[in-house]
């Protein structure tokens, strides 16, 4: 992890100074100067999931600086809470998303949602299947990401993005939104795994079924991404107005909460 670290830091160092393309931090930062689409995987591998790294279409990478207002009042804010099932794994072994799920927020109410199976291309694991009752056949007639990966784009880039253990649907989308669009979605990212964390310090557990019950959310249906992206959207509700109440009213200041150290 630190080696990851210090090679980001270089890349940021980079950045700072301007635009920089894909194969330029693959030479620069990794040292890769070969095979082309090798060297632009292991820089969105490095970059891809770090939240102060941007890149357009055409490979050219910048620094984050668009997105939400982090003055903007939370109320004021569209968040867009998701869920992705998928094969299992990591998308660095090849596991895909089987199914994703988008609850927009905006005002403390949904303003709309999206939800979608997807063909991953590959056999889903039984004891996958068994947990989320998604099963090959479901997903053989359903689209493959890239046909959808426009409007989900569209659906999460500027907003807010939501989930429960964030880095892990994060990590599965970007990776499959760089492959499909050459870009990622901009925007701050909140992980309501951290948020309990921090604002429900008291609560043994803080799995996504411990929330909701401790919060008397339901579950349309569990392990599925639009039941569980309405429930941990429920979750966060719950979980923002506490925030609120310990005197986060904007970006800025919920996530000087959510960092600060010690439980309070």
Request: aromatic share 6%; net charge positive.
């Amino acid at each position: 992890m630190k080696g990851h670290l210090s090679l980001a830091g270089r890349a940021a160092a980079i950045l700072q100074g301007g635009a920089a393309h894909t194969l330029d931090l693959a030479r620069e930062v990794l040292g890769l100067s070969g095979n082309a689409g090798a060297a632009s995987s292991a820089v969105f591998t490095l970059l891809g999931a770090d939240p102060r790294f941007r890149v357009d279409r055409e490979g050219w990478w910048s620094l984050v600086g668009d997105g939400p207002d982090p003055a903007e009042e939370l109320n004021r804010l569209t968040f867009a809470v998701v869920d992705v099932e998928t094969t299992g794994g990591s998308p660095e072994r090849g596991h895909r998303i089987t199914e994703v799920a988008v609850v927009e927020m905006r005002g403390g109410g949904v303003a709309g949602e999206f939800q979608a199976l997807v063909n991953p291309g590959r056999p889903i694991p039984p004891r996958i299947s068994r947990l989320t009752g998604i099963t090959d056949r479901m997903v053989a007639g359903a689209p493959y990401f890239h046909e959808m990966a426009q409007e989900l784009f569209m659906r999460l880039d500027g907003r807010v993005l939501v989930a429960h253990n964030a880095p892990f649907d994060w990590r599965f989308l970007s990776r499959q939104l760089a492959d499909a669009l050459g870009c990622v979605p901009q925007g701050a990212r909140l992980c309501t795994l951290q948020m309990a964390r921090r604002l429900a310090p008291g609560l043994a557990r803080k799995n996504l079924d411990a929330l909701a019950s401790h919060f008397g959310v339901p579950f349309l249906s569990r392990h599925r991404a639009h039941g569980d992206a309405l429930a941990t959207a429920q979750v966060f509700s719950y979980l923002l107005d506490e925030a609120r109440s310990r005197g986060a009213h904007d970006l800025t200041s919920l996530l000087r909460l959510l960092q600060r150290k010690g439980s309070s």
